[in-house]
Every structure is written in structure tokens, then in C-alpha cells.
């Protein structure tokens, strides 16, 4: 099995955080959560960072990519705009294999407090809005494109299977 690092990227909701945290369990490997990786790193909220502009935050997710890409054998959730620099990806890729997880909007309408969410606040239909920004981006940002659809066990056993076919 690789020791590279196993990255998921996917709009918010997507189920990265979740699914994430179940591939380091069952492959016994570090988990990063980027999201909090930025806020520890940091010291302010997503939303603080947010709120002085969207760039201030991408600028500091960037530099998060390049402290990732020393890493070896983790498992790494992003947030779901990690793909919008097509430098943050290199970075990822430089020793990572992504995969996308493709979770389809209803399902995570149904799943998701929006509210919580600094992109969607205004509703449900921003997601659809972000995956017709950001599907392309993922697609082409990722190694393999998984459709969350079925059961978190079924998702995580179909990740590790193709990382131990590489």
C-alpha cells in the first residue's frame, strides 16, 4: 500500500470529514481536517478569515497545501474551495492521490445544516450554484471520482480499494 497521502475533496457536505476520519481509522494513519488545520495554524475562525475577504482565506489555505505536501501517509479532508487554485492541487498531488467525492446536491440538502455553512447561509441553492462552479474543477483536480450515494462503509472500502490497487 502507498504511503502517499489519501486527500478528499469534494463540495461541502460531500461527506469528506466523515468519510475521512473512517479511511484513518481502518488504515491506522494521521488524520488532517484542513479546515481546522487553518484555524489552529492561524488563530481566527474560517469565517473571521471570511470576513476580511474570501482571497485573505484562499491565501491562507494555500500556504496549508504547501505544508501538506511535505507530509507522508496521512489522510487529508479539504474544504470544499481547495480546488479553485490550481496551485493548491499541485501541491496536494506532489504526494497525494485525491479523490473526489461526488455526493449529489439533494442528498446533502437533506443532510446538511446550511446555516452553519459560510458560503450557503443564504440557502440550499447556492449548492447547486457551487457544484455548477466547482464539478469541473474537482473532475479535473482528482485521481478518482467516487459518487457518495450509498453507505459510508461501501464509500470508505471503495477509497481504500484503490489505493491498494495503485
Known sequence: MSDKNIILVGIMG????TISKL????????????DDYIVAKFQMTIDEMFNINENYFRDKETACCKDMAKLTG???????GVIKRKEN??????N???????????????????????????????LYRLDEERRQLYLDACDYHIINDSSLEEVTNTIINKIGAR
Open 14 to 17: 460531500s461527506g469528506k470529514t
Open 23 to 34: 479511511i484513518a481509522q481502518k488504515l491506522n494513519r494521521p488524520l488532517i481536517d484542513m
Open 74 to 80: 496521512h489522510v487529508i479532508s479539504t474544504g470544499g
Open 89 to 94: 492541487v499541485a501541491l496536494l498531488k506532489q
Open 96 to 126: 497525494g492521490i485525491i479523490f473526489y467525492l461526488d455526493r449529489p446536491i439533494p442528498l446533502i440538502v437533506e443532510d446538511v445544516e446550511t446555516s452553519t455553512r459560510p458560503l450557503i447561509k443564504e440557502g440550499a441553492y447556492k
